[in-house]
């Protein structure tokens, strides 16, 4: 069987390919490290370098398309099935709309340095109607510049790369095991941090859409307000907080009398849960998740018995 630098010399740059690819396509396919090893080849003259760019540059380019226009095509409801499958699924929404809404397509030049930020900056290009030429000009630089510094990276360290590679060939089923082992730690551990989120949050108490409807219907002051960073698409007469900020901006006119709804565009309404709970601890008492959150509020809109004309809240003035 050929050891890895044989592999790697004999298929450099189709497995570069295949391997970015799969990668930023969302598997967890680890794509830097062969890069790196790579680098530390071409550096010895036995691996094209410039080709291994090009092969990671193309992958990134095939990959982010399929992304973009999946984006454009099914906006938010493709973001929050990607944020699922995330370790840390309730900021994720939150964090990279923040991320792309103050950036815009420059994001995409340092997105795949970020952990998980990759697929959801090309989801959001799509979804924020970011015309495809100007974000393919941005995501080949992003890309090339990704893939660079791990070329880079391994002719500058060739000798400590030649080492770890050596030792794989000699202990790569053992360094293969470990690796899968603390992996596999820690994302236990993490699985269990949300678990005991979710726990803590479970007796925040949740208001359907269709009961703040009712509510809005009979005309009872609801103030709503929306965690979803510079969304510009809001329930009407939803005020705008910053999960960063303190409470006194937000709760300025207010008494603990008031019935306030909050509302967000993640699973399990957990961002909402939080700002509830810190709102309760302020003793504002009368205070809900709106239960599904803005794509909940979307759904009630179109579906039938609808009056098509979403209920705007009573908002208490500032």
């Given at each position: 069987m050929p050891d890895l630098q044989t592999l790697l010399v004999t298929y450099g740059v189709l497995l570069v390919f295949l391997n970015v690819l799969l990668g930023q396509a969302g598997l967890p396919v680890p794509a830097y490290p062969i890069l790196v090893a790579a680098g530390a080849l071409a550096a010895q003259g036995r691996l094209s370098g410039a080709g291994v760019l090009l092969a990671c540059t193309l992958a990134?380019?095939?990959?982010?398309?399929?992304?973009?226009?999946?984006?454009?095509?099914?906006?938010?409801?493709?973001?929050?099935?990607?944020?699922?499958?995330?370790?840390?699924?309730?900021?994720?929404?939150?964090?990279?709309q923040q991320r792309y809404l103050v950036l815009g397509p420059r994001v995409l030049l340092v997105a795949k340095f970020l952990p998980g930020a990759g697929a959801l900056s090309t989801v959001m290009?799509?979804?924020?109607?970011?015309?495809?030429?100007?974000?393919?000009?941005?995501?080949?630089?992003?890309?090339?510049?990704?893939?660079?510094?791990?070329?880079?990276?391994?002719?500058?360290?060739?000798?400590?790369?030649?080492?770890?590679?050596?030792?794989?060939?000699?202990?790569?089923?053992?360094?293969?095991?470990?690796?899968?082992?603390?992996?596999?730690?820690?994302?236990?551990?993490?699985?269990?941090?949300?678990?005991?989120?979710?726990?803590?949050?479970?007796?925040?108490?949740?208001l359907s859409v269709d009961e703040w409807t009712l509510r809005t219907a009979r005309g009872d002051a609801t103030v709503l307000v929306d965690v979803r960073p510079e969304a510009a698409d809001r329930i009407p007469g939803a005020?705008?907080?910053?999960?960063?900020?303190?409470?006194?901006?937000?709760?300025?006119?207010?008494?603990?009398?008031?019935?306030?709804?909050?509302?967000?565009?993640?699973?399990?309404?957990?961002?909402?849960?939080?700002?509830?709970?810190?709102?309760?601890?302020?003793?504002?008492?009368?205070?809900?998740?709106?239960?599904?959150?803005?794509?909940?509020?979307?759904?009630?809109q179109a579906s039938p018995g609808a009056d098509g004309a979403p209920p705007s809240p009573a908002a208490h003035p500032a």
């Open positions: 990134c380019i095939v990959a982010d398309t399929g992304w973009y226009w999946a984006g454009h095509r099914y906006g938010s409801r493709l973001l929050g099935t990607i944020c699922k499958l995330s370790l840390s699924p309730d900021s994720c929404i939150r964090q990279t290009a799509g979804w924020s109607g970011t015309r495809y030429r100007r974000f393919v000009g941005y995501d080949i630089a992003g890309s090339a510049i990704w893939g660079g510094t791990a070329l880079v990276l391994g002719m500058v360290f060739q000798r400590q790369v030649g080492q770890v590679l050596a030792w794989l060939d000699r202990y790569g089923r053992l360094g293969l095991l470990a690796a899968a082992t603390a992996l596999a730690a820690y994302m236990l551990w993490r699985w269990g941090q949300r678990r005991l989120l979710l726990r803590r949050l479970q007796g925040i108490p949740r005020r705008v907080h910053d999960m960063r900020q303190s409470l006194d901006a937000l709760v300025v006119g207010l008494s603990p009398d008031h019935d306030i709804v909050v509302y967000c565009a993640c699973p399990n309404e957990i961002s909402a849960a939080t700002l509830v709970r810190r709102l309760h601890a302020a003793g504002f008492r009368n205070a809900w998740a709106l239960e599904g959150g803005y794509d909940a509020w979307l759904a009630r």
